[in-house]
């Protein structure tokens, strides 16, 4: 299957300060791209999802000026949390998805995962 | 009511048992059905795809799913103990692009 990979794998940073989260998809072009968050023992919580060159579409109750989304190229879109609060510790998860296939399939491949950590 | 359903377990069998995760759903938008594993502290890994009524095999693995009834299914023949981790299952929204996820089954084979 599609590698996608993102950066850093664990962050610990203060309150007030901000966080980038890398996600590249390494062997195919993404023109869209998603981003999740997942609490213990929960399932996914789809924030964003993200379109190259276009503006990110945020999910109700995601405040998209909190949570920055840039999907610069076909290969890379950034998360950036901003002025981040212990509530917002969590895993975040990118996601991309390949170009519709001959049947019109679409094949949806994850990162490992960012695990953030606000003191 | 949730959109998926999908029973969080968890299960525990011996090594070697054929396992059945299962998830309903109720919107018929869903057109393209996913299977992902878990491991703690990881991503999800993709292990099947199918976008039709019936059967697709994979080595151990088997998806299965039933359109009329809303009802989709993985097997895995000859577990084995790295099999342990969480499944989810994820269906594809026609109209909105969204994957829909299961909230997950924990399974854990036993040597």
């Known amino acids: 299957g599609a590698v996608v990979s993102q950066h850093p794998s664990w962050v610990i940073c203060k309150s007030g300060t901000s966080v980038k989260i890398e996600c590249r998809s390494l062997?195919?072009?993404?023109?869209?791209m998603f981003w999740y968050r997942q609490f213990p023992k929960q399932s996914l919580m789809l924030m964003a999802t993200?379109?190259?060159?276009?503006?990110?579409?945020?999910e109700q109750g995601v405040e998209k000026d909190k949570f920055l989304i840039n999907h610069a190229s076909l290969t890379l879109s950034t998360l950036t949390v901003t002025s981040a609060h212990p509530e917002d510790s969590s895993f975040y998860i990118c996601?991309?998805?390949?170009?519709?296939?001959?049947?019109?399939?679409?094949?949806?491949?994850f990162g490992p995962g960012t695990r953030l950590t606000v003191t | 009511q949730k959109e998926v359903e999908q029973d969080p377990g968890p299960l525990s069998v011996p090594e070697g048992a054929i396992v059945s995760l299962n998830c309903t759903y109720s919107?018929?938008?869903?057109?393209?059905f996913m299977w992902y594993r878990q491991y703690s502290r990881k991503g999800p890994e993709l292990l099947m795809y199918?976008?039709?009524?019936g059967n697709k095999e994979d080595g151990r693995f088997t998806a299965q799913v039933d359109k009329s009834s809303k009802y989709i299914s993985l097997f895995i023949r000859d577990s084995q103990p790295s099999d342990s981790a969480t499944y989810l299952c994820?269906?594809?929204?026609?109209?909105?692009?969204?994957?829909?996820f299961g909230q997950g089954t924990t399974l854990q084979v036993k040597p």
């Open positions: 994820a269906m594809m929204d026609r109209n909105t692009g969204k994957l829909i």
């Open positions: 993200s379109n190259e060159g276009s503006k990110a579409t945020y």
């Open positions: 919107n018929s938008a869903f057109q393209y």
């Open positions: 062997d195919f072009q993404a023109t869209t």
């Open positions: 199918t976008y039709s009524s």
């Open positions: 996601s991309a998805r390949t170009a519709e296939g001959l049947a019109g399939e679409y094949e949806q491949y």
